[in-house]
């Protein structure tokens, strides 16, 4: 079973940055598009961003121009570099495989917090 640990999270004002890392077990890492996900408090979790096995980054509205997607196959770990940060950022965070299902596999997650 693949093992997602996702690290970075934390309190940050609005108007921070902060970047978020997720480590993957995966021997199919590199062959396997990523994403990453979040659930704000009383809502569903939704994806955030993806990035295909050779790169290529896909992000939510609410995402574009502030988030940024990447990996590291070597490492096999996927990044999210958030800037801009708005309290409607404020959710707990996970990577997964990209799509990624209720039934798969899911680490605990990083909270991240915006609040002044």
């Known amino acids: 079973q693949v093992q997602l640990v996702e690290s970075g999270g934390g309190v940050v004002q609005p108007g921070g940055s902060l970047i978020l890392s997720c480590a993957s077990s995966?021997?199919?890492?590199?062959?396997?598009?990523m994403g990453w996900y979040r659930r704000a408090p009383g809502k569903e979790r939704e994806w955030v961003a993806s990035v295909s096995r050779l790169g290529n980054t896909n992000y939510a509205d609410s995402a574009k121009g502030r988030f940024t997607i990447s990996r590291d196959n070597a490492a096999k770990g996927v990044y999210l570099q958030m800037s801009n940060l708005k309290s409607e950022d404020t959710a707990l965070y996970f990577c997964?495989?990209?799509?990624?299902?209720?039934?798969?596999?899911w680490g605990q997650g990083t909270q991240v917090t915006v609040s002044s």
């Open positions: 995966s021997k199919w890492f590199a062959a396997t598009a």
């Open positions: 997964n495989k990209y799509p990624a299902t209720a039934g798969d596999n």
